[in-house]
Structure formats: C-alpha cells, structure tokens
C-alpha cells in the first residue's frame, strides 16, 4: 500500500503544481503588473470552480461505468491533460487580455476553463480511487502521504517559478508556465502506471443511475452531512479566499518584487508540510475534530496577523501570518479530509467525494469573487489599497470563526447512525415494492 501512496501522492502534486502558476504567480502579475482589477481576476480565476458540480456526476458515473476496464483511472488522464493546457495558456490569454479585452476575456474563458475541467474530472477521480485503495484505518496515512507529497511539490513548483521568472518579463512567464506544465504532467502519468487495477464489470441500467434529485437528496437526507457539507464551505471560503490577494498584498504593502511574492507560496507550504506531518501523527492520539479546531484556530490568528500587518506596516508581522495560516491550514487539511472519508457511504464513494469535492469548488468560487469584490470597492470607497486589503482578510478571520463554532456540532458517529437509519428504510421500502 506504501507505493500506491506515492503513485497516488504523485498524482495530487502534479494536479496541485499546476494550479501554483496560476493561482499565485499569475495573479499577481494581472493584478500589480497589467493593473486589472481584482474583481476581474477572481472571475477568471474562480470560472473554473462554477463547473464543480460535474464532480458529483463523474463521480457517481465512474461508480458504475468503467472505461476499458478502469474505473477512475481515464477520467484522471483526462483531468491531468486539460489541467496543463489550462496552465501553459493561461499567461498568453492573460497579456492578449491587456491588448484586446474582449478577445483576451474569451482566450481566459477557454484557457481558465480547460484547467477548471481538469481538475473536476482529476480531483474527484483520484480521492475516489484513494477510497477504493484505503480501508478506513488507512485513510488518514493515505490522506498525510497526498497532501505532504501535495506541499513538497507546491514549494518545489514555488521556488523554480521564483527562479525562472527573476528577472520578469512576459516571455520568461510564458516559458516558465510551460516548464512546470510538462513537469505536472510527467509526475502524473508515472503515478498512474499499474495503479488501479483492471476490472470487467457490465455496465448498469437506467434504473440505477442517479438523478440530479438524488443526488441533493443523499447529502440533505442526513443531517451531519448537511451540516458537515456547510461546514467544509465557510471554511473553505476563509482558509482558500486569501489566495488571490495574498501575493498582491505583499507587493502592495510592502513593496515585494514577483520572485519576492512568489516566495511567500514556499513559506506557507513549508509550514504546512510541517503541520501535516504533525497532524499524521496527532490523529492517533487525539480526535481528528480536536486535530481540525486546533489548526482553524492557529489559521485565524494568522489572518488576525496578516491584517495587522497592513495598519502597522510590518513586514515581519505579516511574514509571521503566513506562518501561522501554513500551519493552520497543514492541520485542517489532515483533520478535515480524513472528517470527509469518514463520512462517506462505502457505497457511494463516488457520489460522496464528487460532493465534498463540489464543496471544495464552490468555496474557492465564492471566496475568490468575494475578497476580490471587496477589495475593489473598498479601494474606491476608502482610496487605500491597503486597508482594503485588511478589511478582507478580517472578514476571512470572521468566516474561519464561524466555521469553527459549526465544527463543534459535527459528530461522525451520529452521521454513521444516521446512515443506517436510512438505509434500513430504503431497503425496507424496497421489499414493500417488491
């Protein structure tokens, strides 16, 4: 099992270093350097996510259709292919944008949109096989190899970018954006190979497809899952609403040059990787709920620092926000995901996870279009750039604090009696049919 970790690890870092381009390096340039605004660029950046509810579709689809005798892995290849076209267009449509607006705006919905296609089909598709490789003690190891694997490759992709666009200009970002493209997409086929095994399984009739009703209905139907499904969004707004504004924030108020900024990626993931060892190995000694309030509450003091910074103008306060938020986030990661297998029915693995996965979508959907919004009108109302920056990320602490008071409701225990409750009138129901 220790190799399908690493094939599995290599496939979730590969899919993850090609959303560092993207959602680091890029923006900053479109924000800072090209000057477009925020709002716009959460748009382009946040498009992809309005496509995340094909995950619920691939995966309860992938649950029952096998392409060629595999079950997620097709749909994987797909992801990876589409991520890294997303990836290496994404700068061309960015400065076509600054030339020609509406010629440029339809080159970023096509390249913004290839890689949010990717990363529905990948993303769903490899936490299912995850599921289908891991039994239930081994979810969280599997969980902490992925993620560490994930943040090696997000500082590794960090500091190349760094390196390979010092000195700036856009020829060199274009060149770059190509390199860790075909970088992500090497890492990932190796992971695929001889990793799931081949199967013949008929396909299934049309009575047992899902509907988009009860599709809504299987997380609704349970109220821990509700409730965990609203949980996983506030939260993910907060901890993935800094990722536009982060970088500019830095340039912004401190005066950092894009290798600079493009740093600030490798400092979070190194403190997120040292968190994500840590949690690893707190999970078998305490609760992962226990595990997931520590690492929001570590998150929020972050973002309370990050802000401070700003009214300060502190640079070390800052740099000491990021820090925290780092390991904040390694240990919500940890704790959150193994939270999200936990409370996934074995029978619909894929059903559960394109959910969850839908969730994940959405939050960097809202998250991305509401701290972009806000900054912009914040910036005309108060004609301080920076304190517009301050305000959003103290409105980011505040959801982070209202997810946490959500956390303390969950309970997977009662989620797993819900569960069979249901179960036992569905079956029960069935019988009546029959």
Same mark, same amino acid.
């Given at each position: 099992?220790?190799?399908k970790?690493?094939?599995?690890g290599?496939?979730?870092?590969? *899919?993850?270093?090609?959303?560092?381009?993207?959602?680091?390096?890029? !923006?900053?340039?479109?924000?800072?350097?090209?000057?477009?605004?925020?709002?716009?660029?959460?748009?382009?950046?946040?498009? @992809?996510?309005?496509?995340?509810?094909?995950?619920? =579709?691939?995966?309860?689809?992938?649950?029952?259709?096998?392409?060629?005798?595999?079950?997620?892995?097709?749909?994987?290849?797909?992801?990876?292919?589409?991520?890294?076209?997303?990836?290496?267009?994404?700068?061309?449509?960015?400065?076509?944008?600054? &030339?020609?607006?509406?010629?440029?705006?339809?080159?970023?919905?096509?390249?913004?949109?290839?890689?949010?296609?990717?990363?529905?089909?990948?993303?769903?598709?490899?936490?299912?096989?995850?599921?289908?490789?891991?039994?239930e003690? &081994?979810?969280?190891?599997?969980?902490?190899?992925? %993620?560490?694997?994930?943040?090696?490759?997000?500082?590794?992709?960090?500091?190349?970018?760094?390196?390979?666009?010092?000195?700036?200009?856009?020829?060199?970002?274009?060149?770059?954006?190509?390199?860790?493209?075909?970088?992500?997409?090497?890492?990932?086929?190796?992971?695929?190979?001889?990793?799931?095994?081949?199967?013949?399984?008929?396909? *299934?009739?049309?009575?047992?497809?899902?509907?988009?009703?009860?599709?809504?209905?299987?997380? =609704?139907? !349970?109220?821990?899952?509700?409730?965990?499904?609203?949980?996983?969004?506030?939260?993910?707004?907060?901890?993935?609403g800094?990722?536009?504004?982060?970088?500019?924030?830095?340039?912004?108020?401190?005066?950092?040059?894009?290798?600079?900024?493009?740093?600030?990626?490798?400092?979070?993931?190194?403190?997120?990787?040292?968190?994500?060892?840590?949690?690893?190995?707190? #999970?078998?000694?305490?609760?992962?709920?226990?595990?997931?309030?520590?690492?929001?509450a570590?998150?929020?003091?972050?973002?309370?620092?990050?802000?401070?910074?700003?009214?300060?103008? !502190?640079?070390?306060?800052?740099?000491?926000?990021?820090?925290?938020?780092?390991?904040?986030?390694?240990?919500?990661?940890?704790?959150?995901?193994? =939270?999200?297998?936990?409370?996934?029915?074995?029978?619909?693995?894929?059903?559960?996870?394109?959910a969850?996965?839908?969730?994940?979508?959405a939050?960097?959907?809202?998250?991305?279009?509401?701290?972009?919004? *806000?900054?912009?009108?914040?910036?005309?109302?108060?004609?301080? @750039? /920076?304190?517009?920056?301050?305000?959003?990320?103290?409105?980011?602490?505040?959801?982070?604090?209202?997810?946490?008071?959500l956390?303390?409701?969950?309970? /997977?225990?009662?989620?797993?009696?819900?569960?069979? #409750?249901?179960? %036992?009138? #569905?079956?029960?129901?069935?019988?009546?049919?029959?």
């Open positions: 099992m220790f190799l970790r690493i094939q599995l290599l496939i979730h870092l590969a *899919v993850a270093m090609t959303l560092v381009p993207i959602n680091s390096t890029l !923006n900053r340039v479109m924000i800072k350097e090209l000057a477009f605004s925020a709002t716009l660029v959460a748009i382009l950046a946040s498009l @992809p996510y309005l496509l995340s509810p094909i995950q619920v =579709l691939i995966g309860s689809f992938s649950d029952r259709h096998p392409l060629w005798g595999w079950r997620r892995t097709p749909y994987i290849v797909l992801g990876l292919v589409f991520c890294v076209l997303g990836v290496v267009l994404s700068p061309l449509a960015a400065f076509v944008l600054a &030339e020609n607006f509406w010629v440029g705006l339809l080159f970023g919905l096509f390249a913004f949109g290839a890689w949010g296609m990717g990363f529905n089909f990948a993303t769903v598709s490899y936490f299912s096989l995850a599921t289908d490789l891991s039994g003690k &081994e979810r969280g190891s599997t969980i902490s190899v992925m %993620f560490f694997m994930m943040i090696i490759g997000i500082i590794g992709t960090s500091l190349l970018l760094s390196r390979l666009v010092d000195p700036y200009s856009p020829q060199v970002l274009v060149q770059a954006f190509w390199i860790v493209g075909i970088i992500a997409l090497v890492l990932g086929l190796l992971g695929l190979i001889k990793l799931e095994k081949r199967t013949s399984v008929p396909g *299934v009739s049309r009575e047992e497809r899902y509907s988009w009703r009860v599709l809504g209905s299987t997380i =609704l139907e !349970n109220k821990q899952a509700t409730l965990f499904f609203i949980y996983l969004i506030i939260l993910l707004i907060a901890l993935l800094q990722d536009i504004l982060l970088e500019p924030y830095g340039g912004t108020a401190f005066g950092l040059s894009v290798n600079e900024t493009t740093r600030i990626t490798s400092i979070w993931g190194a403190f997120t990787l040292i968190a994500l060892v840590a949690a690893g190995a707190l #999970e078998r000694r305490v609760s992962k709920r226990s595990v997931a309030l520590w690492g929001g570590i998150a929020l003091v972050g973002f309370i620092l990050i802000a401070a910074s700003g009214v300060i103008i !502190n640079a070390g306060v800052f740099y000491a926000g990021v820090i925290l938020l780092g390991l904040g986030t390694g240990f919500s990661t940890v704790s959150n995901l193994s =939270l999200m297998l936990d409370m996934t029915t074995a029978a619909k693995v894929g059903l559960f996870i394109g969850w996965g839908m969730a994940n979508a939050s960097r959907l809202i998250g991305a279009l509401l701290s972009g919004v *806000v900054r912009d009108i914040l910036t005309q109302v108060l004609q301080n @750039p /920076v304190y517009a920056y301050v305000i959003v990320f103290s409105l980011l602490a505040a959801l982070l604090l209202i997810s946490l008071m956390l303390r409701r969950i309970d /997977v225990a009662a989620f797993r009696q819900e569960d069979e #409750e249901i179960s %036992f009138i #569905e079956q029960a129901a069935l019988a009546g049919e029959v």
